[in-house]
């Protein structure tokens, strides 16, 4: 038997909807600029024929729960939502075609990927890697994953609210590249898990929150997820 030195951290791991078992966290993979709007609105339009996908990571230790308070983050005066279809992968893949992508589906979440988008820009605009923009402790909420498996989500309403002001507004049918072109692609790169989540790529209307704001967002046919500022620590 393995012998640690102190206890090793617990598991990341997701509700699951329907069940008390909870799903354990592989990896979490992020797709950049997926939504045409959203893409403009960083100043990086995306032509599809002329560009490829392209992902960042963060640790599954930034995972939180839809419901959670979470403290401003530390070293940002931009700390930004952006609402997200988290699509969670139940069997393994590598190279799969799009047209077989489905069988890596076991279910879908709503997702926010909080972001101290001030650093992202700057890490951005210097050629520098995005991580302390992006891989920010709590900052990779997800919801009770609903299990489709083997299913596409190919359109389906995605809404954001801040103190219940609507902020983002969009459709599944609106992304880039779908979720079966997607998962085909990240599978080039890596041997996709099960346990690895994806966020999808966030629509446009991002923006920054306040200590003391409160987030809901929903995706039809998805579920809610919720997430609550409080002051920084
Ligand atoms: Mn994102």
Redesign the pocket.
């Known amino acids: 038997m393995t012998t640690y030195l102190w206890n090793p951290p617990a598991v990341p791991s997701v509700a699951v909807q329907g069940t008390s078992d909870r799903l354990p966290v592989n990896r979490l993979f992020?797709v950049?600029r997926n939504y045409h709007a959203h893409a403009i609105e960083m100043g990086r339009p995306v032509d599809k024929a002329a560009s490829k996908l392209f992902y960042f990571t963060k640790s599954p230790q930034t995972l939180v729960g839809s419901g959670a308070t979470v403290a401003y983050p530390p070293e940002t005066a931009d700390f930004q939502y952006?609402m997200?279809l988290v699509v969670a992968i139940g069997r393994p893949g590598f190279r799969v075609t799009a047209g077989d992508a489905h069988e890596l589906i076991y279910g879908y979440a709503c997702g926010l990927?909080m972001?101290r988008r001030d650093l992202q820009l700057a890490a951005r605009d210097q050629g520098r890697p995005w991580d302390l923009g992006k891989d920010v402790e709590q900052s990779s909420v997800v919801s009770a994953i609903v299990p489709m498996p083997g299913r596409v989500l190919d359109r389906g309403a995605l809404e954001l609210r801040v103190n219940g002001k609507t902020r983002q507004q969009s459709d599944l049918s609106m992304l880039i590249w779908n979720v079966r072109e997607v998962i085909a692609d990240l599978s080039r790169f890596y041997h996709l898990e099960p346990g690895d989540l994806i966020?999808t790529?966030?629509p446009e209307g991002v923006g920054a929150v306040s200590a003391g704001d409160r987030i809901d967002g929903s995706i039809a046919g998805v579920g809610e997820i919720g997430l609550h500022v409080k002051a920084a620590d």
């Open positions: 992020f950049g952006e997200e990927d972001t966020y790529g966030t």
